[in-house]
């Protein structure tokens, strides 16, 4: 079975400073690993993927994530934080018998000027 | 820009009166989403077509039905809808079945019921 972890529903950091938004995964096969982003009253926009190619995945947007299977993590960073950088953003594995989405429940991330 | 459309983007019906949220893309993607999103929540799948073979998710309610006339159109019918069902309605695409593909998403539509 498939699951997602999202430790922290709520981040705020300065902005320049390093976001850090965790994501822990549970699977019984090879996983495939989303982060995605949500704007408010928007829909949800692909960030980056890992799908076994490379461990460390570079994104859009300056994010980029690494996919530790000793750790069953793939964290979401971004040296340095930015304004337009508030949102929530979701982490995502697919499903073993389809392409099933399994979210995790979010962190909605605020930046302070 | 190919992408998916959902229309409208915010939709108010009556409790109990049905209503009818759309979809369609330009991707020409196989695979066809609805997702149920409330508030602070995760999205939630409601059911998937791929092409035209109909999953449904097993605790979406019977309320909830879903047609694909074609490639690039998908509807989501909330029968007879509950103050419950308020939430945005989410679609997404992807290119196949595989658990690799990423799913494309629409803007959502957000529905009110009064």
């Known amino acids: 079975a498939q699951s997602v972890t999202q430790l922290g529903s709520h981040v705020s950091v300065s902005e320049g400073a390093l976001v850090l938004l965790r994501c822990n995964y549970s699977?019984?096969?090879?996983?495939?690993l989303f982060w995605y982003v949500q704007y408010p009253n928007q829909g949800l926009q692909l960030l980056l993927k890992?799908?076994?190619?490379?461990?460390l995945v570079k994104g859009i947007n300056g994010f980029e994530a690494e996919f530790k299977k000793s750790e069953t993590s793939f964290h979401l960073t971004k040296p340095s934080a930015h304004m337009s950088d508030a949102a929530e953003y979701f982490c995502?594995?697919?499903?073993?018998?389809?392409?099933?989405?399994?979210f995790g429940s979010g962190t909605k991330l605020n930046v302070k000027p | 820009d190919a992408m998916v459309i959902q229309n409208p983007r915010y939709q108010v019906t009556q409790f109990g009166k049905p209503v009818t949220l759309s979809c369609s893309q330009t991707?020409?993607?196989?695979?066809m989403y609805w997702y149920q999103q409330k508030s602070s929540q995760a999205p939630k799948l409601l059911f998937h077509?791929?092409?035209?073979?109909?999953?449904n998710e097993a605790d979406t309610p019977d309320n909830f039905q879903s047609r694909r006339p074609n490639t690039s159109f998908c509807f989501l019918d909330i029968r007879s809808p509950g103050l419950g069902d308020a939430a945005m309605y989410l679609c997404?695409?992807?290119?196949?079945?595989?658990?690799?593909?990423?799913?494309?998403f629409g803007p959502g539509t957000r529905l009110t019921v009064t």
């Open positions: 997404a695409t992807s290119r196949g079945q595989g658990s690799s593909y990423e799913q494309y």
């Open positions: 699977s019984s096969v090879p996983p495939y």
């Open positions: 890992y799908t076994s190619a490379a461990t």
């Open positions: 995502a594995v697919s499903g073993s018998n389809f392409n099933k989405f399994y």
């Open positions: 991707l020409n993607h196989n695979v």
């Open positions: 077509y791929y092409d035209k073979d109909f999953n």
